[in-house]
């Protein structure tokens, strides 16, 4: 489906790989061999990026045929067929590293994902994403985080409010009477009736501030699991409490086990390492 | 300088963040007010994107102004101050995560490669990137090698001739008589003068064969450190020989000592962590 | 700022309008003539597209001066002087009528929505625009509702969470047990926390089941002005309601007074007849 | 047919309406449901826009069937059937608005134009469309007004000559001797030998000038219907007569029984209503 | 001023030309040294190009200083100074190739066309160009013709009418009664009245019908002169006639002096030799 | 395959002939017309370009057939058929001029190639072209080159190490004392292994310098041909010898018998007359 923002990318990228052409390959395959090739999985993890490898293969040449053996979103152990692939050898050969970077780091980043999941598995915890992502592939990498088990946070600064301390100053240094609520009831008169209102708060007074505006959602800054717990209490259900800052996957147990309802992690897209997955061509000798 | 690949990531960033306006400054943020803001490093590391994070302010808005105390490549501790910046406080926030998305994960690739390099102190190797970058950002990513002191192989299919396994299969099956001296000579027929012919074997006796083929650059596969050992023995200068594979910083310096002269580390792109760098904006009161 | 989609829609325009050159002015006009001009509202209304038309003159020649009298937003009687451009002649010829068509456009929704809000004037309801903006000006148009006192509802579909009918008869025919319900709670389970959870209604019973399932808003869709005051009763207050479907200026006043939050009129973008509004210019007769 | 402006149009409307994604839909129908739609007329008018709204339903999905029971031109009354669409609900929904923003606005400038047509039946007048268009939308606008009986005046600077009062400015003040005539000599002398020359003209006397100096074209500005039938029949033939400037609907008859060849109107294009297009779907329930 | 195809075609000449980066002036010459220059014919000839080559050197780095000693469209000799440029070493040398590569092409253009404008003069006849351009140098390579002495054509099927051969086909085998009469007619009926009617025809007795049907041009088909002669004759300046068809530099003044108005010629810009013009860099020793 | 770069320029040059529509076509020929075409060789020559010239008409409309009888790289006498084009009248004629202009000159330049090739038939030198090609044509033209039995010079800047006078002129005045020997080795320093390393030398002192540094081919910058000799017999296969400097085809021949490797021509793309081939149209007659 029309997807503008990947057509960018995958011809961004195909075009910084091809240039102006595949030299090698141009000197070494002739033009009417054909190739097939099985994608490995050659690490346990989950699959992110299936449906835009092919794509990318489609993208190269039409003639291709990708045929995906696991979806986006499977979980997969060492050694296991992803997918196929077939075509002229010259087409195979252009796609593969372009094809094959997406699904390495998509990969990466949605067993990234899953490891964080699974580490609050049975609290009420929602392990979210954030606006740290790879530049150019938002989209895809906010894919990868569901197809992992998370949820998304906004997908950028059109799509949620998020009253950050830094909006915050504009209405008074730290402390100013009233300054968080002030900003809630401001955004609220503002803002599309579409949009939840999130604020971020550092202490616990902020917190009782953003509760008294009736702010839909608090970011709990950079608190610890004590504050956290206290911040569960306070606020009894009337508003989504967010823990963000600093999250490591050792200390993820214990923030969950708070009662916060989501935990919101930069790492999970921006320093996910990519997932080991190979290509194996196998081109038919010329004749 | 002109660049339009990173003209074209930029504007794809910029776009996927930005979207249709920043929502929560539009409600929160007077359009007049006006802010300054320090980039600071929280940890230590090599740096690289500074130029590049200019270039976003300078995008969102001519009349920001940039200031670089930091260049690209130099070393920094925790606490370092990298650069300022200065103008309308929406459009700081417009640029913000775009510049710091960029200049965390080029910097996180220096500070990786710098790494590798430090390992290899004193031999004569130089450490190599890959062709596994992020997906449009291929040119951004090899400079920060650069910066993290490493050396570039070939920025993509069109400038460079690497004779791989999958080329090899169409001149006939592993261990088919001189296949890899007949790629060789074919391509030295084929190509532009202007490039040198780098051939992938994965077993002493095929580098007999491109030896004798005069291939320019052996790329010697998945070999162990003995096999490495007796590969340079056997080659005696008469090619550069590369080491490629499975290669991890563990094994880094004793690669290094069997005087390979190059060793390509896909890890310094596909899995290298962000480096910690943030963005502190001080915005003015409204009047 | 960065605005992309304002950065194409001007070049598309300017495209189409000046195609290979100014044919007329080229065989007429001296390049080094020079010429001032002024901005005049031929008819009373409110101006929105002012700076969006600085743009377009400084897109087409930076040498272009543009100086604005009135604001967006201001309301003005015919007569009224908007700004005045000075510069090279053939710039001004060049930019003059893609100016004019954006600004008077986008005044004219502005103008229009002005008479829409006049008209609920002293009741809690606000005028919201929709999706059904001119294709290429979703923005530019959005602005101008808010210029002329309207609200905005979403900017598109990824901004907010409105379910209707065509996504309802994926969980079952009219009337299906508890359909609206489960479609509210599916939604909450699978949106980002950052959006509400609007559902169109055509019944009071499927209002009360959208309150039962704590939709954050419904819309009540074609409903007569008797049921909508019904609804409003229900609800107390519990959601958010919207009127929409048929709404014109006559009925307005009457909606509004049921108690309504909302109140979503397509005609502000999709009908808005372009508000008259001239460049007079005036050359330096050739020395 | 080859058509870049009308894909880069489309690709403009789809792309600020899908955004990063229709978040409703993803949240509510399943991938695999599939969804048919009838195109229906809800008031009477010209339709114009139905190969553009079939090529965004196969932009966005080209598995999308669409099926077009009214061609481009054809007038229709309130219920009628225009066309169908079948395939994914996903896909169907999210080119939805898009194509009817696209058909409703296009349907709606070939409906007022029909009108002006209707209202100089039996003269010699051809209505005539300007360069008053939407931004972006020239193309489509022009084909439009052909849709709806009228012809089209110059698409942009580039195919026309249309001497204005402030090109004549460059070579003097009004009144200064012979400026009509000099202007249409120099055009002559130095444009294409392909395009007429036209020239505007506010009093006879200006007229006169233009016809002996043999131009192709006069445009009576803001004459009164007195001048425009001595124009008439001063010119006898001997150029094409084209009345302009705030023309209106109730004035056009008077306007055409003087005898002008053309009859420029902006409001074809800058102030047409949209024409109220509908398209139901239905979705097949989830099984 | 603006000109997207300029725009354009410039960035893909940079682009393919740069690429990844200029890897020989990274290796060679340091980040801070500066250079100057000056471009120098080194043949005699029409200069074309100079602005375009202008923009370049912007494109490349706006720091560069580019000042101009001779205008589009003057006449140098061997030897001849034509401007300078100044500026960061590394910019200069990336801009120089696809400066130049324009500004000989375009000044081979016009050196062409004035040879061919030479070989009439004193002739009534306008020596004019045809769509035979450089793929994405249209508007350049016209410009180029008018510097040299020719006239333009018209520059697309948009902005002129010319009925071939081809579109008489449509109308019936040729011979067929009245094929080219009813084709203008039908062309007058239908097309904008800003564009005359050009019509193509093979005999004298074709354009006899052209005549009759008050065609504004006829283009004479690979005629002989004696036959050219005649049809001056007999057209005694009730049309425009172009000489069109294998028309080479020898043949001109024979064809100017049959009284025609118009010669068309594709070798001024398909086959116009390059101009040899060079750029002397002087880059500052590295202190 | 995907070729970014040709579907630019493709776009680029159907939008410059095309714009917003073929009127003439538009005004004769029924929308129903079909059309078949043989396209035809002119003059004798070598073809190139007919795989572009099939991708302009799928580009234009998917539905025209497209039958190559020739390949690219073939010899072919005057009126030999190149290849027959099938469809709708109005899509071919759409597509026609714009295949023609791209087809004609790159068949000039295989065409001028292939006489140089011929003129060095028996020796051991290889002609290979410069960066001197049509903007935007860069890649089509190497290709045309290569199918004129040419070689290929480097692609672009970032593809190929070429130290010219202006790179060394950073490291000193001409003469400064092993000027070239240090270019050659700092080059080799910093340069990716994947790239030789090639030096202009203007005299034999400076070629003795460029081999002492193992420089990997030296371009023998218009030196005469006895200077040339002197260079092969110095050089004694120690590196690659490019000739290169104000080559014409009269002095090839005693070029190529010095024994240099490698003559560059900068007027096989420059300067190569378009071949003469022409697309015959037959539409059927309308019904």
Same mark, same amino acid.
């Given at each position: ?73 499977? *979980?997969?152990? /060492?050694?296991? @067929?992803?997918? &196929? +692939? =077939?075509?002229? $050898? ?7 590293? #372009? ?7 998509? *990969?990466?980043? /949605?067993?990234? @994902?899953?490891? &964080? +999941? =699974?580490?609050? $598995? ?7 994403? #954030? ?157």
């Amino acid at each position: 489906m029309f997807d503008p923002g990947l057509e960018a990318i995958i011809d961004l990228a195909l075009a910084e790989d091809i240039g102006t052409g595949d030299i090698t390959t141009q000197v070494t395959v002739p033009p009417a061999t054909r190739a097939t090739g099985v994608i490995l999985a050659k690490a346990e993890g989950v699959i992110s990026g299936m449906t835009v490898a092919g794509a990318v293969f489609a993208r190269v040449d039409p003639s291709v045929t990708f045929q995906q053996s696991v979806a986006d979103g499977e *979980s997969v152990t /060492a050694g296991t @067929t992803l997918g &196929h +692939v =077939a075509g002229p $050898a010259r087409s195979l050969l252009a796609a593969e590293r #372009t094809a094959l970077n997406l699904l390495q780091r998509l *990969s990466g980043v /949605a067993t990234s @994902t899953a490891r &964080h +999941v =699974a580490a609050v $598995a049975g609290t009420n915890a929602r392990i979210v994403d #954030t606006r740290k992502t790879t530049p150019g592939l938002r989209t895809l990498e906010k894919a990868a985080v569901r197809h992992g088990g998370g949820h998304n946070h906004r997908f950028g600064l059109a799509d949620g409010i998020l009253i950050k301390d830094n909006h915050l100053a504009a209405l008074g240094a730290p402390g100013a009477p009233d300054r968080v609520a002030r900003a809630v009831r401001h955004a609220r008169a503002n803002a599309p009736h579409t949009l939840r209102i999130e604020v971020e708060v550092t202490t616990l007074a902020e917190l009782d501030e953003a509760l008294a505006a009736e702010a839909d959602v608090a970011l709990l800054d950079n608190m610890d699991v004590a504050q956290m717990r206290e911040a569960v209490v306070r606020t009894a259900g009337r508003a989504v409490l967010e823990a963000s800052g600093g999250i490591t996957l050792d200390r993820l147990r214990a923030i969950a086990e708070t009662g916060v309802d989501l935990i919101s992690v930069g790492a999970l897209t921006h320093s996910a390492p990519a997932l080991d997955i190979s290509l194996e061509l196998v081109l038919d000798p010329t004749p």
